[in-house]
């Protein structure tokens, strides 16, 4: 199979194309992978001329991740260049519908952006498809994220972009928790999607790397160029251990979501926790502990296997307490605790967080 990015082939199953996308062609003495180019320049006269614009390495990545979600994607340094270059594309005073609940650094910066007068922005609660439907008239963007962090609501993607389009408005889902073995945005009629490829995508938490993917090809032009000109591009071992860590996103997705389902079984007859978050899919959990902060504190310090730390989709469990950044929002409880279920034995991550939760009682 080459990687022409023109032909993904859709026929194929997402562990397939996972494997098999964004390889060298097959001729002999290829290498299997895309190897590590470092190049800031090129030979005059081909279709990329300098670094900036193009690196052989980030398109193994784009093309594989493209393919798994149905478009072509753009490699960028972080998840927060992707996003900051999408909100870029909005227009001076343009209405951005967002979720009150998001990604801290997304609401950051359209906060930001709304303070310096570029954009208006308009916080809904993704929940409630009727009240969203409703907030997108005179919208030019309409930002989601599903499932939300660290909230775990879940929008009804089909309904809400159908409205937006109506409404002549763009839609972007931040697919970050879902990855593309769970849900694809652009099938449900999303115009693009994004991710932190710091997250799922690269999976190992030894590298930061952002995505943007479109199936239409005027918005990935727009994309592009934003990309060339605001400059936000990826290193290139990053790009080459996201696209490495692609190769297993689905046997990563679904061992730690087999985690999660029984981990969340266990959790909810837990005396210590008053409440569970879960949407269903996915590996990310929120608990609320019974006797809030303190215990919540203590939680994240007793376990010896779960690492207290934030970010989350790495191969190791992780969990730390949402409120302890000044930016969440006010309405998620000061208890609640955000768990990154791993791909480690789940008796073995049970065992160890039953215990520190044992403990606080
Ligand atoms: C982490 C995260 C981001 C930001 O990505 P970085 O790679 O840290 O810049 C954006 N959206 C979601 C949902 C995230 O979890």
Redesign the pocket.
């Known amino acids: 199979m080459t990687d022409d990015p023109r032909a993904p082939q859709p026929s194929l199953h997402p562990a397939t194309i996972a494997v098999t996308t964004g390889r060298p062609a097959r001729e002999p003495d290829q290498p299997l992978n895309r190897p590590i180019t470092m190049a800031s320049t090129y030979v005059a006269g081909g279709d990329v001329e300098y670094g900036r614009y193009g690196n052989p390495t980030w398109e193994a990545f784009e093309v594989t991740l493209g393919a798994l979600e149905g478009g072509r994607a753009l490699a960028f340094s ?3 260049a992707a ?1 900051t270059t999408v909100l870029d594309l909005v227009g001076h005073d343009a209405l951005v519908i967002a979720p009150a609940h998001a ?1 801290n ?2 609401l950051l910066e359209l906060a930001d952006l709304e303070g310096r007068g570029r954009v208006r922005t308009k916080l809904v609660d993704v929940t409630d498809t009727a009240a969203v439907v409703g907030a997108v008239e005179d919208s030019a963007l309409v930002w989601l ?1 599903s499932p939300t ?1 660290p909230a775990l609501e879940v929008a009804d993607i089909p309904t809400i972009a159908a409205a937006a389009r109506a409404a002549g408005a763009h839609v972007v889902v ?1 697919n ?2 879902a990855t593309p073995i769970n849900q694809r945005p652009l099938t449900m009629g999303a115009d693009i999607v994004v991710h ?1 490829a ?2 799922y995508l690269a999976g190992h938490s030894d590298a ?1 790397l ?1 995505a943007v993917v479109t199936a239409d090809d005027e918005l990935y032009a727009v994309l592009k160029g934003r990309r060339d000109m605001l400059g936000a591009v990826p290193g290139t071992l990053e790009a080459w251990l996201a696209a490495r860590g692609l190769r297993t996103l689905h046997l990563r997705v679904e061992r730690a979501q087999q985690n999660a389902q029984e981990l969340v079984r266990r959790l909810e007859g837990h005396p210590a926790v008053s409440q569970v978050r879960y949407p269903g899919f996915g590996a990310i959990v929120a608990i609320v502990l019974a006797e809030g902060t303190l215990a919540a504190d203590l939680l994240c310090r007793t376990t010896s296997l779960w690492v207290h730390a934030t ?2 989709g790495g191969v190791e469990s992780t969990f730390e307490r949402r409120r302890r950044w000044k930016a969440e929002p006010a309405t998620i409880p000061e208890g609640l605790v955000r768990l990154s279920v791993g791909v480690e034995d789940v008796e073995d991550l049970w065992a160890d967080l039953a215990k520190a939760l044992d403990d606080l009682g």
Do not use: A
């Open positions: 972080s998840g927060m996003v990604y650094g997304t994220e962090n931040d970050t928790f932190s710091t997250k930061l952002g970010s989350l």
